[in-house]
Nanobody, 123 residues
Framework: QLQLVESGGGLVQPGGSLRLSCAAS????????IGWFRQAPGKEREGVSC????????NYQASVKGRFTISRDNTKNTVYLQMNSLQPEDTAVYFC????????????????WGQGTQVTVAS
């Protein structure tokens, strides 16, 4: 059974950076496409970025293009989300999800989820 654990969240000032990690256990992460999603208070979970099994395909939400970079190291069973130029509107709980399908930013395509990590951008 695939299990996902996110880490790397925290409090950062506007303009700062964080790197989130999504570590897998119980199964090979290389068998899955991985997506990063976020959910702010009172809002629905939204797709941020995704990466295909071999990293041949990557997608980004328009609001994070040029600021966030997704990558993966299948030898470490880990996917990363490098977040630069963070803004207060990026504040949310960030989740990673795993899909056996294509790299898309639709939550219903993902059957495995981590518990989330809080990212707060504030001065």
């Amino acid at each position: 059974q695939l299990q996902l654990v996110e880490s790397g969240g925290g409090l950062v000032q506007p303009g700062g950076s964080l790197r989130l990690s999504c570590a897998a256990s119980g199964s090979s992460l290389g068998d899955y496409g991985i997506g990063w999603f976020r959910q702010a208070p009172g809002k629905e979970r939204e797709g941020v970025s995704c990466i295909s099994r071999t990293a041949g395909s990557k997608n980004y939400q328009a609001s994070v293009k040029g600021r966030f970079t997704i990558s993966r190291d299948n030898t470490k069973n880990t996917v990363y989300l490098q977040m630069n130029s963070l803004q207060p509107e990026d504040t949310a709980v960030y989740f990673c999800g795993a899909t056996s399908g294509l790299c898309v930013l639709w939550t219903h395509e993902y059957g495995h989820w981590g518990q989330g990590t809080q990212v707060t951008v504030a001065s």
